[in-house]
């Protein structure tokens, strides 16, 4: 079982940034964070895969393309979302996932998910 922790959420004004941080237990071959706003359902935004120790596979939901970045220090076990430009609707509870090689955008494809963390883009 792994569990996973995000922290970094807040009240941020339209335009400024975030960064959330996800801390796992114990190292998975990815790594992503999805999204869910009130009244809609969770949303992919951002997946990272371990290819080698020379580097990982990235995708992004084309919403958030451009203005977030994923990374990750294997050493920690710890997955990023760096996220710049916010708008108002990026406001969501953003969830931590980790899963095997094959994770993506399907929300039934990930096998661990953290608690959430509060975004909030004031206008």
């Known amino acids: 079982q792994v569990q996973l922790v995000e922290s970094g959420g807040g009240l941020v004004q339209a335009g400024g940034s975030l960064r959330l941080s996800c801390a796992s237990s114990g190292r998975t071959f990815s790594m992503g964070w999805f999204r869910q706003a009130p009244g809609k359902e969770r949303e992919f935004v951002a997946a990272?895969?371990?290819?080698?120790?020379?580097?990982?596979?990235?995708r992004y939901a084309d919403s958030v393309k451009g203005r977030f970045t994923i990374s990750r220090d294997n050493d920690k076990n710890t997955v990023y979302l760096q996220m710049n430009s916010l708008k108002p609707e990026d406001t969501a509870v953003y969830y931590c996932?980790?899963?095997?090689?094959?994770?993506?955008?399907?929300?039934?494809?990930?096998?661990?998910w953290g608690q959430g963390t509060q975004v909030t883009v004031a206008s």
């Open positions: 996932a980790a899963g095997g090689p094959y994770a993506n955008g399907n929300i039934n494809s990930w096998d661990y």
């Open positions: 990272t895969t371990w290819i080698s120790w020379s580097g990982s596979s990235t």
